[in-house]
Every structure is written in C-alpha cells, then in structure tokens.
C-alpha cells in the first residue's frame, strides 16, 4: 500500500520551492551517465554489481557505501588504455584502501598522495615507491624524511623552504631525489568554466607571472641532492571542458622554453594533474579519458614543436573521475516531513547519516542524484530534500530532488556518484561511527573499510582506556 503525503501533489501548474528543476519524466530511472555500469531495477529493486541493495544493506547494514568493483576497475583501466605513452598517477586523496592499491598497481597506474597517512598506507599495502608522487603545500618534515628513505619516485615540490628541506635530508641520506616543481600558471577551472587570468591567491604551487616558479626551477637545478624531473599543473576539479587543459599545458610548456633557453636544459615530464569531472547528475556532461588524452598529447607535441623542445613525458592525475562514478550510498529513511514554504511544500526526508559520509554537499554546494532504491513507485513525485541526522540545518545530502510522494520511513535511498571525496572526507561529527566500503561483484560482498564501531572511536579516549600516553604519530 503506498500513501501519498500531505505534501504533494506538486503537479498541475502548482507553485513549487526554489532552487529545485524541472520535474524529471521517471523519478525511478537509473541513468547510465550517473549510476554504476549495469546498475538496473531488477523487480523495483536498485541492483549493482548483481546484488540487490535491499539484500547489501540487510547484510551490511546503512548507511554504507558500495562499490561496483568491475566498473571502477573498468574506469582505471580506461585511463590507463586511453593514456597510452603517458602516465596516470590516481589521486589517492579521493579514495583510499589497501585493496584499492592492490588494483591500481595490478593495472600499472601509478599513485598520487598528498600526507604521510596517504603514504605510510601505499607503502604498508605493498605499492611500489617508484611508481608514486608525494603532493602537498606543507610537507613536514618527517614526511618528507620518510618518502626520500621509501624512494619514492617523484617530490613535487611546492615552496623555496620546501626545496631547502628536501635538498639537505636527500644530501644527508646520500641520495638523489627526483622532483618536479607545483607551478600555478593563472588559470583556475570549475565545471564548466576556466578563468585564464589572476587566479594566483591561493595557497598552491609557485606562481609563474612572479618569476617564483623560475626561481625555484633555478634552484633545484642548482641543488646536488636534487634531480629536476618536469612542471606539474593543476587547474583544479570537476572540469568539463578542454579548454582549461589546453590553456595550461601552453603555459607549461612556455615555461620549459624559458627554462631551455635559461639554464641549457630540457625537462622530461609535465604533468598537468586531475579535476576531470563527472556526472553527479543526468545534466553533466564529462570528458571521455581518450578525448582528454588526445587533446593534451597533440597540443603538447605542437607547442614543443614550435619551441624546438623534445616533447617531454606527459601524465595526468584523475581521482574523482576513477573513485567516483562506481560508488552508491545506501541509507535508511528515518522520519518524513513536509515544509509550507511561500512557494509551495518541501518534503524533507531524513536518513541515518548525514554531513559526516557525505559533507561535499554543505562544502560545496554540491548536486547530487538520489532514487528510492527498495521499490520503484509510481505515486506523484514531489519536492524534496534529504537531510542527514546531525545537528546542523546545512545537514543536506541532496538539495533539491524529486521523489515519488509515498517515500516513508523504512525506505532504502541510494545516492550515486559518491565514491569521491566521501568516505575519504568522512568525520565522526555527533560521534557517528563512520559507514563501511564494501565492493560488490557478481552478486556478491567483500567489506574494503568495515563499519567503524563504538569502541573504535572511543578508544582514543584515555578516560575510557586508561591508555594515557598514547603514542604520538607522525
Ligand atoms: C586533488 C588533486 C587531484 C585529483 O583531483 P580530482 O578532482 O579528484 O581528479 C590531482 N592532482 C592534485 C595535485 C590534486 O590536488
């Protein structure tokens, strides 16, 4: 039996909230742009990797994310075909696990990190040093020290005391490192935009237009323990359009024209980093990896090309656009309440997690595709938004959504698209325990991060444990 809500209908010309779209034709369908590869309604119920997401979260329970484990090997492997010649570093930030690590080193992509944690773990799963980039505006020192002792295969570095640090601790271990210098070359993209100018006052990379990202090219080539490897770019993320790429490779390679004609020297990498988008919702738009590699190797070769350069070595660093797509969330409705606005009622459906699995909502405003998972329903669809269970009014997981007006408590909601920056972001806000990862394949379950407990977060608590002096990390 299905009961419509005081809510809805919507329909008729009624007015309905701000900020929500046109209604959409089939509130049930599952778009192949936005949901897993072969995610279907199999009897009304939403399957992935051939399993029923009723029978994964009766198994595994809510919220908790699942991962197609074909289609994110498939997205690897994509990038990893269409890139041929070049390199792709994942970027680890996204998404992270042992077994994940497993995967990219079994298909050769190499890794991106941006912390000693994101390190220690590539290097305690077994992924090989050579074939990883140590990123980030503030390495410690420590972090530095252990990425030169694992051999760790290339340092990009981002600041003159960085290259200091890095020089002297290579020197003392008697060893040369390889790196390649952060340069911001004034162009920033988002979506569907890129802005060519300014964009400078931000806290990454050496700023071409300032002459910082010649000087430290002129001192890490005057440094003995280091080896200048190439230029690294990154725009930065959920890029839709080429032009952005295209602008800055130009620019990087303008630079290693100056650095030619400067010091005698031709670089042999660039790397031009990650942002590639991906469709969160049916009206996205993303860039294929073969498009992306064509452009990029082209422009490249002809720039270089008309500078009289060699064309160095190019690699790209996707993490979103691999850890993303292959991802759902599962949640469990709690409680079901209809908003009057002026403009019509908001049906606000509330789920078992919230900002603390998901906070790229409330960070960045962003969109998100959400569908009753446990039954398709043919009831009216009306105005909705799904919050979370946290004590905060910006707690919203999907802003603005149409869903058919009987969703109740007890229904499952599966969010797609959420394997990036997630479960990776994820926080204990509330003390909520944080939700597992379980990849799916052939019907079947295998738990990546199990489902955090009690006694995991509270065994930090020295009251609790009597464990007083903890050891520190660093
Ligand atoms: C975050 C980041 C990436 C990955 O960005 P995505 O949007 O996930 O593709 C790649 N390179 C660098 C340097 C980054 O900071």
Request: net charge negative; with cysteine.
């Amino acid at each position: 039996m299905t009961r419509a809500h005081p809510a809805g209908p919507l329909h008729g010309g009624l007015q309905i909230p701000d900020g929500i779209g046109a209604k959409p034709h089939d509130v049930n369908a599952i778009d192949p742009l936005v949901w897993p590869e072969g995610a279907v309604r199999v009897g009304g119920v939403l399957t992935i990797g051939g399993a029923k997401v009723t029978e994964l979260a009766e198994t595994y329970g809510t919220p908790a994310f699942f991962l197609d484990e074909a289609a994110f090997r498939a997205r690897s492997r994509d990038f990893q075909t269409a890139f041929e010649g070049m390199d792709v570093f994942y970027a680890g930030k996204s998404f992270l696990s042992s077994q994940i690590l497993r995967w990219l080193d079994e298909d050769g992509l190499g890794l991106d990190v941006a912390s000693g944690g994101e390190l220690a773990l590539a290097l305690r799963s077994g992924f090989p040093a050579g074939r990883i980039a140590f990123h980030g505006n503030n390495k410690s020192y420590a972090e530095l020290e252990t990425a030169v002792a694992a051999g760790v295969g290339r340092i990009v570095v981002d600041s003159f005391e960085e290259i200091d640090r890095l020089d002297e601790i290579a020197q003392r271990r008697d060893v040369v490192q390889p790196v390649q210098i952060r340069v911001t070359v004034g162009v920033e993209a988002h979506t569907h935009e890129f802005i060519a100018t300014a964009h400078e006052d931000q806290k990454f990379g050496m700023s071409v237009s300032s002459g910082d990202a010649k000087e430290a090219a002129a001192r890490v080539l005057g440094a003995s323990s280091l080896r200048l490897l190439g230029l690294h770019s990154h725009i930065g993320s959920q890029i839709f359009d080429l032009s952005g790429f295209e602008v800055a490779a130009r620019r990087v390679v303008d630079l290693l024209r100056e650095l030619r004609d400067q010091h005698d020297v031709q670089l042999p990498e660039i790397d031009l980093g990650g942002g590639m988008g991906i469709a969160y919702t049916s009206d996205d738009d993303p860039l294929r990896p073969k498009q992306l590699a064509r452009s990029l190797r082209d422009i490249v070769k002809r720039e270089c090309a008309a500078a009289g350069l060699r064309t160095p070595r190019i690699s790209v660093e996707p993490g979103r656009a691999i850890s993303g797509p292959p991802t759902i969330t599962v949640y469990e409705v709690g409680t079901v309440k209809p908003v009057q606005l002026d403009r019509g009622t908001r049906l606000y459906v509330s789920v078992d997690g919230g900002m603390s699995d998901n906070i790229r909502t409330a960070l960045y405003d962003a969109e998100y595709t959400c569908v009753i998972a446990n039954r398709a329903s043919t009831v009216e669809p009306v105005a909705a938004r799904i919050v979370g269970k946290h004590c905060e009014s910006g707690d919203i997981v999907v802003r603005d959504l149409w869903l058919p007006g009987d969703v109740q408590p007890g229904d499952l909601l599966a969010v797609a698209a959420t394997g990036a920056y997630c479960r990776a972001m994820a926080s204990n806000y509330n003390l909520l325990p944080k939700p597992p990862v379980v990849a799916v394949k052939g019907g079947v379950g295998s738990v990546l991060l199990r489902r955090e407990t009690l006694d995991d977060m509270f065994a930090l608590d020295t009251g609790l444990t009597g464990a007083g002096d903890g050891e520190e990390t660093g």
